[in-house]
Nanobody, 120 residues
Framework: QVQLVESGGGLVQPGGSLRLSCVAS????????MGWYRQGPGKERELVAR???????NFVDSVKGRFTISRDNAKNTVYLQMNSLQPEDTAVYYC??????????????WGQGTLVTVSS
């Protein structure tokens, strides 16, 4: 079974930066994609950024030019570098990993979420 551990959330002033990390652990699995979703107050959960096994990335328009997603394949870790943070970025950020177990069965794993609050 795959487990995800997120870290890096906290309180930051507008214009500040944070770096989120997510580590996937377990045995006998391969990863197809790793990404970050977020859910702000009174809003639906949305995809923020995703990185695929090929290295290709996608971002929601509102964070383009401010956020960067990267990964460390050897450590099964994905990072989200968030710069120029604004109050509208305030949300619970969730790590998501999609892949397959050694048996061939697919999985869609979620972290517990880490809170990012942007406020002056």
């Amino acid at each position: 079974q795959v487990q995800l551990v997120e870290s890096g959330g906290g309180l930051v002033q507008p214009g500040g930066s944070l770096r989120l990390s997510c580590v996937a652990s377990g045995s006998s699995f391969s990863i197809a994609a790793m990404g970050w979703y977020r859910q702000g107050p009174g809003k639906e959960r949305e995809l923020v950024a995703r990185i695929f096994s090929s290295g290709s990335t996608n971002f929601v328009d509102s964070v383009k030019g401010r956020f960067t997603i990267s990964r460390d394949n050897a450590k099964n870790t994905v990072y989200l570098q968030m710069n120029s943070l604004q109050p509208e970025d305030t949300a619970v950020y969730y790590c998501n990993v999609q892949g397959r177990y050694g048996t061939g069965q697919g999985f869609d794993a979620w972290g517990q979420g880490t809170l990012v609050t942007v406020s002056s």
